[in-house]
């Protein structure tokens, strides 16, 4: 009979946790940013059918970088989660944070158990607060960890230096375009420092719009209306932060609801 | 699943198995027990109290669907409430009105609801109107054990059919079964009095003003002749929901528009009481 090596509880960790890494850091990373009236989610995404953001609930949104089919497990168990809640008690007893925590200790376990691979994923928890002061957002890496975001957040493979490039550039009150541009430029950089193109098509692009009517506030942005606000984004940066453009970029978005 | 999922903090294994995209299959696996079709009934002697919801008419017209209901709810011969809600939206392209026993019925709705939420949510697509119809069929069979008892569920469903382009409404049985209305629909105590006057007061060119001046005049009729119907409440400024369903989406007309709808039927019911006067030949 064989003695397996001893492989210290250290070792153990850090070996998965660089195999969840790796994972992660194969797919495209993708941005979250709180604008004046909510949350825009921003992502490289060639596929239009298979999506990495999506609404969870009322308020709530749910964006993920990595591995697709893991993230989809997740993203199913929370809407389940998040419809059986506010089944049992209330719509209004449904919170980001309550999910968020139901889904590092997911994530946690799933790390720590001996029998499972870990997941490669990362999560990003959003719920669109009446003001962006009770906007809440949660970053909640492979391990189960969890963290409390303000502002503007990545996650994925260059998340690093992406919200190094935000934090420095983000400010709290931008129009949609403006924060849609800035995420844009964020994600164009590549490690190396260069720039690269991401055409209009292979952006996904989705809001929880605090202004909605509806009481579902999330929303995706497609199309004509993506195109419109990426041109008053690049006009608004052109002129330097030209109000009237600001303006305009609003009642674009505000209008055109589906 | 709530103590489940505190006690050891993470989804419970049934949360991440791939599988149905129906809210209703998920509860139905995972928490059977609060599925209302699963509840178990005592043996009861005799019909039980609870305070039932009484008339919902729908109309179709070029564009869309109106689906409107009165306000009044009864138990026996009392007056349970006088401005319950009895039309919900399902969704954004279509509605539910009930009759029947209110408490289960409004449960119904709920769960109506979020199962084509849910789905929704769950595939990145809406079901069909087709299906949504199918859907409700499947719940209101399984209440059947409690329709014998007397709390029978029969709601009317509407809704705009984006692949066809036009309103259409789905009747109920108290066993589930579905079928197609052409044009017009009623259901609940006073829904005799209400189709008599559709019957006479439908034309295929309403517009969408016409069709919810129609439902109003519907639902006069209905509570002139059915004690259980309430008729517009002008003292107390309780007035029929009127819900109209188009390519924009459900829109329910405000207080404003529904007092005013109301206010000018009334106000040519003063002139005549029977209402408007079809042609003989």
């Known amino acids: 009979m064989s003695t397996p090596f001893y492989v210290s509880p250290q070792q153990a960790m850090a070996d998965r946790a660089e195999y969840a890494r790796k994972g992660i850091a194969r797919g495209r990373s993708l941005v979250v940013l709180q604008y004046a009236d909510g949350i825009v989610f921003v992502g490289e995404n060639p596929s239009r059918a298979l999506h990495k953001f999506s609404e969870i609930y009322d308020r709530i949104g749910f964006a993920a970088a990595g591995k697709y089919n893991e993230y989809e497990n997740l993203r199913i168990g929370g809407v389940r989660y998040a419809d059986l809640r506010g089944y049992t008690y209330d719509r209004d007893d449904v919170t980001a944070r309550g999910l968020a925590n139901v889904y590092a200790q997911t994530l946690g376990t799933i790390f720590s158990s001996q029998a499972e691979k870990p997941y490669e994923v990362e999560l990003v928890v959003a719920e669109v607060g009446d003001s962006p002061e009770n906007d809440q957002i949660y970053r909640l890496p492979h391990d189960g960890s969890i963290v409390d975001e303000h502002g503007s957040v990545a996650v994925g493979g260059n998340a690093e230096q992406i919200s190094g490039y935000l934090d420095q550039r983000h400010r709290d009150g931008m129009t949609l375009a403006e924060a849609l541009k800035l995420a844009v430029q964020a994600l164009s950089r590549d490690t190396n420092g260069t720039e690269r193109e991401i055409p209009a098509e292979r952006l996904e692009v989705a809001v929880l719009d605090r202004t909605r009517p509806q009481q579902r506030k999330f929303k995706r942005i497609v199309g004509g209306q993506l195109s419109r606000l990426l041109e008053s984004g690049a006009a608004a940066g052109a002129a330097s932060a030209d109000s009237e453009a600001e303006a305009e970029a609003e009642t674009d978005s505000g209008s055109d609801e589906e | ?281």
């Not at chain 2, 054990?145 to 409404?169: E, H, K, N, S, T």
């Not at chain 2, 129609?214 to 029929?240: F, K, W």
């Open chain 2, 1 to 281: 699943m709530e103590a489940n999922t505190r006690s050891t903090g993470r989804l419970p294994a049934a949360f991440l198995t791939p599988g149905s995209s129906s809210f209703m299959d998920f509860l139905g696996e995972h928490q059977p027990e609060i599925l209302p079709g699963n509840r178990q009934l005592p043996p009861v002697q005799g019909v039980i109290e609870a305070p039932h919801g009484t008339t919902i008419v729908a109309v179709t017209f070029p564009g869309g669907v109106v689906l409107a209901g009165d306000r009044r709810a009864t138990m026996g011969n009392m007056i349970a409430q006088r401005d319950i809600e009895k039309v919900f939206p399902a969704d954004e392209y279509s509605a539910v009105g009930i009759a029947g026993t209110a408490g289960l019925a409004v449960e119904m709705v709920k769960l109506f609801q979020l199962e084509l939420e849910h789905f929704e949510k769950v595939e990145g697509a809406q079901l069909s109107l087709e299906g949504k119809a199918n859907r409700l069929s499947t719940m209101i069979r399984s209440n059947l054990g409690m329709a014998m008892q007397g709390l029978a569920v029969v709601p009317l469903f509407a809704g705009y059919d984006v692949d066809r382009g036009r309103g259409r409404i789905f009747s109920y049985d108290v066993t589930g079964g579905r079928s197609e209305e052409r044009n017009y629909a009623t259901t609940g105590s006073g829904s005799v009095f209400a189709r008599g006057a559709m019957k006479k007061l439908f034309r295929d060119d309403l517009t969408e003003e016409q069709a919810t001046t129609l439902v109003v005049q519907a639902l006069y009729d209905a509570a002139d002749d059915d004690s259980a119907t309430g008729g517009p409440d002008v003292a107390r400024r309780i007035y029929p929901i009127i819900t109209v369903i188009t390519e924009d989406g459900f829109r329910r007309l405000g207080e404003d528009e529904a007092a005013e709808l109301a206010g000018s039927v009334l106000q040519a019911r003063l002139e005549q009481p029977d209402g408007p006067r079809a042609a003989l030949l």
